[in-house]
């Protein structure tokens, strides 16, 4: 071997030469199915997001209709609308005029405290006389968010009747007692009466008038004045009570529409509320006078606060539902100033 020539190398070394670049090959192999796995799962991410953003899009803009109104939809929250957090306390599950008090949910009585208003005191007489009677030892205390829209119900009854002032507020506010002692199958404490929301009306002087039939002109134009029928027929399952179809309930202008609308009782109008509209869908309302409404439902916490969200800029009400949670109702034609 001549002077400054490659000694040859040997078997051992060969070997360990070939593992070292079949070696380096792996590696590299791996680290270009690594690159390419990693790149198909980014891919793949990507495509699952932008598809829960398209579904959720979607369910957005049309969740769907469970009633089939034609100037009522539920399209969410309107755009207008700046929401902001707000700590109400969460007893107040029982008090609102949208409390269910029936067979299955007691009246809280400590609730009304304040809310009631003397129906004799403050009815408004026409020219002198008066435009429906009250039976002052049954019916003398009434909601006082709920008097206002009967005393302009009865109001206009006058008028368009030429001075028909013969109907009765035979029921109205109710105490403990006073359902104790009318001997219903009702029992006390379960009657819807305890709320002050509830009348009860009849016509005509005598001494036991007849009650108001469901083809008189309040039973159709009820609505218009935030009153409902509380028992109407066919609903028995739902309310739990029959042969009370003269018995009105005040919940407000637009569940009065809506209610009326859709042919719900308040059990079922406050169940849709609970499972349709409980999770960021507003339920889009128009009253009778073409007045625009959002109304929502947050159940209620069981801590002390509920955080409930709130229009800044608009007029809203909450009330309880007396079961397990909050309905909020935003007057979309009272901005804030």
């Known amino acids: 071997m001549g002077q400054g020539s490659t000694p040859p190398r040997s078997f051992n070394t060969v070997v360990n030469s070939n593992r070292e670049q079949r070696a380096r090959r792996q590696q590299k192999g791996r680290i270009t199915l690594l690159s390419i796995c990693t790149v198909i799962i980014l891919i793949l991410l990507t495509l699952i997001i932008f598809l829960i953003a398209s579904i959720a899009d979607v369910l957005g803009s049309n ?163 935030g009153f409902v029928p509380r028992y109407p027929v066919g609903k028995e399952s739902e309310t739990g009570v029959r042969d009370y179809e003269h018995c009105y309930r005040y919940v407000g202008l637009p569940h009065a529409a809506y209610m009326t609308e859709n042919n719900l009782c308040l059990e079922e109008y406050v169940e849709l509320l609970q499972t349709r509209y409980a999770n960021g869908e507003h339920l889009s309302i128009t009253d009778a006078a073409g007045a625009k409404y959002e109304v929502y439902y947050v159940p209620a916490s069981n801590t002390e606060l509920t955080t409930i969200q709130v ?12 079961i397990g949670g909050f309905i909020i109702t935003v007057d979309l034609s009272a901005p804030n100033a």
């Open 63 to 225: 969740p769907g209709e469970p009633y089939d109104t034609t100037d009522q939809e539920n399209n969410g929250s309107n755009s207008s609308v700046v929401y902001v957090p707000l700590a109400w306390e969460s007893s107040k599950v029982t008090s609102g005029v949208l409390l269910v008090v029936n067979d299955e949910h007691e009246f809280d009585p400590d609730s009304v405290v304040g809310d009631l208003i003397d129906v004799y005191d403050n009815r408004t007489k026409i020219n002198g006389s008066n435009p429906y009677q009250i039976n002052t030892v049954t019916a003398a205390l009434m909601h006082k968010e709920a008097f206002p829209h009967m005393e302009a119900m009865m109001q206009e009854h006058y008028r368009l009747t030429e001075g028909d002032g013969s109907i009765l507020i035979k029921y109205a506010y109710r105490t403990y007692e006073d359902q104790e002692n009318l001997g219903s199958v009702v029992k006390a404490g379960f009657s819807d009466h305890h709320t002050g929301c509830c009348i009860a009306l009849h016509q005509g002087s005598a001494s036991n008038p007849p009650a108001i039939d469901t083809d008189h002109w309040i039973y159709d134009n009820c609505h218009k004045y």
């Open 311 to 322: 229009p800044a800029n608009y007029a809203y009400t909450v009330s309880g539902d007396n």
